[in-house]
């Protein structure tokens, strides 16, 4: 995405602490803040801190002669492809619905010729009341994103919805709004992590996939205005947020959720690592130690993404090959013997639990090598490249 610049509102609310690693957070995905805050938002934290994290001057005052023109509510707005309001206050969102412009930042928002995102914070009882709620539904009314809020503990002790999402939620929240949609109206269907297949009640067959690489396509997909499932094996990740999340722990539980979900969908990704095979006797009770050697007899599971893509009306269906040795070629008979448009070659060994991957891209055209990345980066790369293919088959 091109650099992009935003405006960071931070009215009065505890969760403003949340906004100084909200600034880092953007700045490292390449989107310029420039800080505006309420009066009552510096009781909470300090211009001081905010000029530190942005490295620019801290705007407050409606009055500041300081701005070009002396007309900061035109000039501010007017440079950036958003404003951000979080934490936003029940009172500042009150503001807001009705126009209100008593100051810098709600005069900037009455002004503004860009998209407006708030993230409200409070109380529950506040965000429950009826008033915020009609509020809420106005600001929706009027085209304004919400952004959560979170439900949990909050700093009065009260436990419920009202607490603001953190800053890595925040952060791709914006993102996601700020970048170019080329899959917009496009249904996404996407395997992550590991299979789980059981020996007995406490023993189990799996492998390695941390299910980064699946997740991360899932949230690029989000990005690029996609309309995404992911049926996911266990992981320790929190899915990411604007996602359909689908949990299936074995390949068959994978198979069947693939299958019970994959009409409609116009792209099928399968990332996940799926067992190739699973014991063939499911022991109820545990397995007692006895013999020297144990043998436990294995059956081949199904493959999901070879039966995906030979479905009548198929999607564009996409594959991972995650080899050891002879990766381009290895990958490329699989895509071969799975009659697939596209697939993925990375080396295992890149690949497993590592936040960067290095990976080719192999279809009918040849070999389309990506730099090594983090999985993000490689994410959005692998779906530039399948939105080109599907716009321009
Ligand atoms: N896959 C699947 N269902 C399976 C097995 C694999 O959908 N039962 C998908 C994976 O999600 C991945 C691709 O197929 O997209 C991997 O292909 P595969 O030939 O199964 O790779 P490996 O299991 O690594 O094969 P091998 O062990 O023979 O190298």
């Not at 035109?74 to 029940?90: K, N």
């Not at 009306?313 to 381009?328: D, I, K």
């Not at 071969?336 to 890149?350: H, M």
């Amino acid at each position: 995405m091109a650099n992009k610049k935003i405006v960071l509102g931070i009215t009065g609310g505890i969760a403003a602490y949340k906004a100084a690693e909200l600034v880092r957070l953007l700045q490292k995905n390449n989107i310029d803040v420039q800080v505006v805050m309420t009066q009552a938002a510096c009781q909470f934290i300090t211009p001081v801190t905010m000029q530190a994290l942005s490295g620019k001057p801290v705007f407050i005052d409606m009055w500041d002669a300081s701005i070009a023109n002396g007309m900061p509510h035109i000039e501010l707005s007017r440079q950036v492809d958003a404003i951000v309001i979080a934490p936003a206050s029940a009172d500042f969102l009150a503001k807001i619905v009705h126009g209100g412009a008593d100051d810098l930042l709600s005069t900037l928002c009455l002004a503004r010729d860009c998209p407006l995102l708030v993230a409200p914070a409070m109380n529950k009882q506040m965000w429950e009341n009826p008033a915020t709620q009609r509020n809420i539904a106005q600001l929706q009314a009027d085209g304004i994103s919400i952004l959560g809020p979170d439900s949990g503990e909050q700093a009065c002790g009260e436990i419920g919805l009202g607490r603001m999402l953190e800053a890595q939620d925040l952060c791709d929240l914006v993102y996601a709004h700020l970048s170019p949609k080329p899959l917009n109206g496009q249904r996404i269907l996407i395997t992550a992590g590991p299979t789980l297949e059981m020996i007995d009640p406490v023993r189990a067959i799996t492998n390695l996939s941390s299910g980064k690489m699946g997740y991360a396509i899932a949230q690029a997909a989000f990005e690029m205005g996609a309309e995404v499932t992911l049926v996911s094996g266990a992981t320790a990740l929190k899915p990411p947020l604007g996602v359909n999340n689908i949990s299936a722990i074995s390949a068959e539980n994978m198979y069947q959720t693939v299958m019970q979900n994959v009409a409609n969908q116009n792209i099928f990704i399968g990332v996940a690592a799926v067992a190739d095979y699973s014991p063939a006797t499911k022991h109820s009770q545990k397995i007692k130690k006895s013999e020297q050697t144990l043998s436990i007899a294995l059956n081949k599971n199904k493959d999901i993404l070879a039966d995906v893509a030979s479905l009548p009306n198929a999607p564009f269906c996409v594959g991972f090959a995650a080899e050891s040795e002879n990766l381009l070629e290895y990958a490329e008979s699989k895509r071969k013997a799975k009659k697939l448009p596209l697939i993925v070659a990375n080396l295992a060994s890149d690949a497993m639990g590592s936040d960067e991957n290095q990976v080719t891209l192999l279809d009918k055209n040849g070999a389309h090598p990506l730099a090594n990345a983090p999985k993000i980066a490689v994410a959005r790369g692998i779906l530039q490249h399948i939105a080109k293919c599907i716009s321009s088959p």
